[in-house]
């Protein structure tokens, strides 16, 4: 039987910072309301002209090297982002052409921000079913283009940036289980509710910015995310307490802290990034990944469980024994 392990993992964020300070001068917010209701301090914001491909291009690079792989080797690349550089080509694509790879398949998933759980599923079977043996898997958002800079129920939630692993096949595991689902009833409670089929007009006042009924959306995520770790456990016969690290979408402070109670584990060992990062969508897991990995937090034969939960619904897990 082949497996898939996490070979490296990489991070980027980009340069400029925008604190809650900085957001007071812009909409009718207050560092203390944003603080208490979502645990956020800060998030990065790409420049102008700065895309989704040149941050995945960082993170990957980071990653292929903490894996101590040369980009040639790399034979499957799945991108998960919401804010694609172009309608087409894939951003995968853009990304496979940056990095000097050729051939291989490279293709984007858009589950928002269970993105990059979504393709770390697709890639695990990729390698188990023996059709690749060293993946790259990247979350890229510049999800700050998605912003409605006047409403303040959504800009102060976001930021953008780009974490990626590679995959590498192995005789032993690695990935233990992946877990996805998804419920398209609920697509009006977060949304974009535009696009190109729609005929998008991006000239329009509120051309393509994100909804969210955000009290609806928390109830569910909390509730969904509680539901997803017990599945994962069962699946895989595990208690709670076998689990090393909870590595949780970074969307909001209090659905993390809910998700931890849950698994009444400390918040020692959950990954904690909301605060610097704020809801990088796609991006949020594999950057919190990284984070722990470089603070050498996570260590080798750690069992690992990462989770998300965002628009579609979509919601999954990963469990892995890094
Ligand atoms: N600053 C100040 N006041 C604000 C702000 C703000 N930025 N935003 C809203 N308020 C006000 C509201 O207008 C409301 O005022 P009112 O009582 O006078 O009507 C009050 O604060 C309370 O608003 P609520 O929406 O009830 O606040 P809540 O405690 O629910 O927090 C939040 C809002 C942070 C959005 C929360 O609901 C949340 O985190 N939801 C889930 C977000 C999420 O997890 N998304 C999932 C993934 S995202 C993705 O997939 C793309």
Known sequence: ??????????????????????????????????????GILRRHIAAAGET?????????????????????????????????DQVFPSTACLLQSRLDIHGCAAF?????????????????????????????????????????????????????????????ASDEPGILSTHLHADGDYASLLQVPHGVSQGYDAMQENAAFV????????????NTLGRIVDETLEKNNLRKSDIDWLIPHQANIRIINATARKLRMSLDHVVVTVQDHGNTSAA??????????????????????????GGGFTWGSVLAKY
């Open 108 to 168: 984007d998933v858009q589950a928002v921000c269970t993105g990059f759980v979504y393709a770390m599923g697709v890639a695990d079977n990729s390698i188990k079913a023996g059709s690749a043996r060293c993946a790259l898997v990247v979350g890229a958002e510049t999800f700050s283009r998605l912003l409605n800079w006047k409403d303040r129920t959504t800009c102060v939630l976001f930021g953008d940036g780009a974490g990626a692993v590679v995959l590498e």
């Open 211 to 222: 909804e969210m009924r955000g009290n609806e959306v928390f109830k569910m995520a909390v």
């Open 284 to 309: 949020s897991v594999p950057l919190a990944f990284d984070a722990a990995v470089r603070e050498g937090r996570i260590k080798r034969g750690e069992t690992l469980l990462m989770e998300a939960f």
């Open 1 to 38: 039987m082949t497996y898939s392990r996490i070979a490296g993992t990489g991070g980027y964020l980009p340069e400029k910072v925008l604190t809650n300070k900085d957001l007071e001068k812009i909409v009718d917010t207050s560092d203390q309301w944003i603080r208490e209701r979502t």
């Open 52 to 84: 989704t491909c040149d941050l995945a291009e960082q993170a990957s690079r980071r990653a292929i090297e903490a894996a101590g792989r040369q980009p040639g080797e790399i034979d499957l690349i799945v991108v998960a982002t919401t804010t694609p």
